[in-house]
């Protein structure tokens, strides 16, 4: 059965979305997009094979065209609009962050357990980047011993003049808090967040540059680099310290060059390069699940709560300065199936 997919925010991340559905994903095809931009909606959905541009995304969600949801529209909009495809009991592809808030996460998670059904994916897609999936399963097969420490590094190489710390977070770091729960199958305890202004002539409030470091359930630890103004290009890093050994990403260059004293290997420039693989690979896994009426394999709405949780209290010790404790809820039976995917 094919599984006919409305787009909902065509920006950077909405385009290749759709890109991917109707060109990389078997068995998926885009049927409608909307976007505040009415132009580029209507351009993205004649690339995609013809589907129906919307004037208003609620009437997308409805839709009896749309068997699935995928909102990628600003941040602060997506929990109102997987909230609409709830109530239209149809299955929605969230990009992260799930909400701006755990509080506003919390209510989804609750509405989803009232349905008694998982419709709710989240898009961490690290969980499906090739590289991250192989430390996954050096971790889970026990060969580096009990994982300790969770160290990650979250570059972006352009500069915003402009960029709120608690953006920072919710934004970015949110994947790596992200990381460390997933690859080390722990909840985070406790943060401490340290942060900095790297140019004088950014703005005021701008905190491009952080250092998170967390504690785990077992006593492990985690610390986390995120800096939005690398310059050089954008990296992401995951290593797991284990107690016999250590784990890291491999970095995904193509080539290395040895050439007149120099190494030298090409470095991505943003994510959508950076994640490529990890953002078709994450639809196929998404579209297969709705197809099967399985739970999907990546993020549930759980993820995206309890990330939510932690940023929440990233943001508090960024302002205060001081370590914050986190709450580690029980996760309720409906996300009880395993939800690691092994790749
Ligand atoms: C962006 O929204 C993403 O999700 C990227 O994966 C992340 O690396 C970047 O920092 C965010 O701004």
């Known amino acids: 059965r094919n599984i006919a997919v409305g787009v909902i925010g065509t920006g950077e991340m909405g385009t290749r979305h759709a890109h991917n559905l109707h060109r990389l994903v078997p068995g998926a095809s885009v049927a409608g997009t909307y976007d505040v931009d009415r132009d580029r909606a209507a351009r993205v959905a004649a690339e995609c094979g013809g589907a129906t541009p919307f004037g208003d995304p609620h009437e997308l969600i409805r839709d009896p065209s749309v068997d699935a949801v995928l909102i990628a529209s600003t941040d602060s909009t997506h929990a109102a609009f997987v909230q609409a495809c709830l109530d239209a009991g149809k299955p929605v592809m969230c990009e992260k962050p799930l909400a701006q808030t755990a509080g506003d996460a919390l209510r989804l998670v609750q509405a989803e357990q009232a349905l008694g059904r998982r419709l709710i994916a989240v898009g961490l897609m690290r969980r499906f980047d090739p590289q991250h999936l192989a430390v996954r399963r050096v971790v889970k097969a ?202």
């Open 142 to 343: 026990g060969g580096i011993g009990k994982g300790l420490m969770f160290k990650g590094t979250h570059r972006n190489a352009r500069v915003p003049t402009h960029l709120p710390g608690q953006v920072l977070i919710t934004n970015s770091a949110v994947h790596d808090i992200d990381s460390a729960r997933w690859l080390l199958g722990e909840e985070i305890t406790e943060v401490f967040v340290r942060g900095m202004r790297t140019r004088p002539h950014f703005s005021r409030e701008t905190v491009d540059m952080m250092l998170l470091q967390f504690r785990l359930t077992n006593g492990g630890l985690c610390t986390i680099e995120v800096t939005a103004a690398a310059g050089y290009g954008y990296e992401v890093s995951a290593e797991v310290v284990g107690e016999a050994g250590t784990v890291i990403t491999a970095q995904p260059a193509d080539a290395v060059i040895r050439l007149r004293g120099q190494i030298a290997a090409h470095v991505d420039q943003i994510w959508l390069d950076r994640f490529r693989q990890a953002y078709v690979d994450e639809l196929v896994g998404w579209t297969e699940s709705v197809r099967a009426g399985t739970p999907f394999g990546g993020a549930s709405a759980w993820d995206g709560y309890i990330s939510q949780v932690v940023t929440d209290a990233c943001i508090e010790a960024l302002n205060t300065g001081l370590p914050v404790a986190v709450p580690t809820p029980g996760m309720p039976d409906l996300y009880r199936q395993d939800t690691l995917r092994e790749g």
